[in-house]
């Protein structure tokens, strides 16, 4: 959840996220920062490079998490969550990244240890995950993919 404010934060998003918005943010931010804008041994040249690195990151996130982006994948997630098992999951800090049995890889934003907690303990993972995780949760698919041996 830090990682979504600091880059709606960054873009000047208030609520919900507008591609239109969004992008014409973007655009007008990498113009500002873009590292072929100032001189070599200029002093803001660094600080310009790691700054569009930033810029680039985020935007590429607030995308994947924006309700259209999630529109137009819906049928793809509901086809994964529905019919594919859990074949694992990791939490660290407030992220549960969930593998699915077909190789895709989900991240799910704001997720506690006590709800996390609950997951593992449950007897049916997937029934808990369908009840508890994947409705309540803002999610992207993760670039991550499982490699095939």
Known sequence: MKRISQYKKLFSVEKEIDLKTLKKSYRNLVKEWHPDKFQENDSKAEEAELKSREIIDGYHFLVSIAPETIAANLDVY???????????????????????LDGTTYEYFGVTKPIYIKMINSN????????SIYPNYIYRKSKRTVQEA
Request: proline fraction near 0%; avoid cysteine; aromatic fraction near 10%.
């Open 78 to 100: 509901t086809e994964t969550i529905n019919n594919s098992g859990i074949a694992d999951y990791i939490h660290k800090g407030m992220l549960l990244e969930i593998t699915f």
């Open 124 to 131: 049916k993972l997937n029934r808990f995950a369908k009840r």
